[in-house]
T-cell receptor
Framework: DGGITQSPKYLFRKEGQNVTLSCEQN?????MYWYRQDPGQGLRLIYY???????QKGDIAEGYSVSREKKESFPLTVTSAQKNPTAFYLC?????????????FGEGSRLTVL | KNQVEQSPQSLIILEGKNCTLQ??????????LRWYKQDTGRGPVSLTI?????NTKSNGRYTATLDADTKQSSLHITASQLSDSASYIC???????????FGKGTSLLVTP
């Protein structure tokens, strides 16, 4: 089935550790996004990528890093520099070749820092 | 300043009743407007998408309307069910395509 897959769904981390969240899509979408969602707040953009080997910082990129070595994959690393990493992380992929385009979200990864 | 404002922030209705959620935006020019449903702990799922030239779009019991002149959209839910309890998010795509603008969502609770 076509779709976008995030893993792991739940992740616990000790302070000072880096963690990497996986995002894979088989929709042949060029654009991929990472968002952070906190209670009572809307989705905030961390990073996005429009094509392979290129990515741009979003509104809250500090303490995060990404790579886009393959079209299908856009992993997010939450580094120890991120002051408040406990959150729900959503990956999305999109295609803008039509007037409406497509935008699909993964099921999310919940990161808890102990 | 957020360019997409949703109201109300939260809403409680009885099962079987109708409700309307609002989305006001300032994004201009824009390409399309989408409504998503997000169940707790899950990723958002698309309900409707409308281009700037469309006025209404239905998906089962969900009907979205768009007034591009007043920059307002609404999502009407008919004959609500317990499974409609979720957060509903309005997303506006500018003509540039990539910089999506999200509302903070309306949290809907349908009670028996």
């Amino acid at each position: 089935d076509g779709g976008i897959t995030q893993s792991p769904k739940y992740l616990f981390r000790k302070e000072g550790q880096n963690v990497t969240l996986s995002c894979e899509q088989n929709l042949n979408h060029d654009a991929m996004y990472w968002y952070r969602q906190d209670p009572g707040q809307g989705l905030r953009l961390i990073y996005y990528s429009q094509i392979v080997n290129d990515f741009q910082k979003g509104d809250i990129a500090e303490g995060y890093s990404v790579s886009r070595e393959k079209k299908e994959s856009f992993p997010l690393t939450v580094t120890s520099a991120q002051k408040n990493p406990t959150a729900f992380y959503l990956c999305a992929s999109g295609s803008w070749t039509s007037n409406t385009g497509e935008l699909f979200f993964g099921e999310g990864s919940r990161l808890t820092v102990l | 300043k957020n360019q997409v404002e949703q109201s109300p922030q939260s809403l409680i209705i009885l099962e079987g009743k109708n409700c309307t959620l609002q989305c006001n935006y300032t994004v201009s020019p824009f390409s399309n407007l989408r409504w998503y449903k997000q169940d707790t702990g899950r990723g958002p799922v698309s309900l409707t998408i409308m281009t700037f030239s469309e006025n209404t779009k239905s998906n089962g019991r969900y009907t979205a309307t768009l007034d591009a002149d007043t920059k307002q959209s609404s999502l009407h839910i008919t004959a609500s069910q317990l499974s409609d309890s979720a957060s509903y998010i309005c997303v506006v795509t500018p003509n540039s395509g990539y910089a999506l603008n999200f509302g903070k969502g309306t949290s809907l609770l349908v009670t028996p």
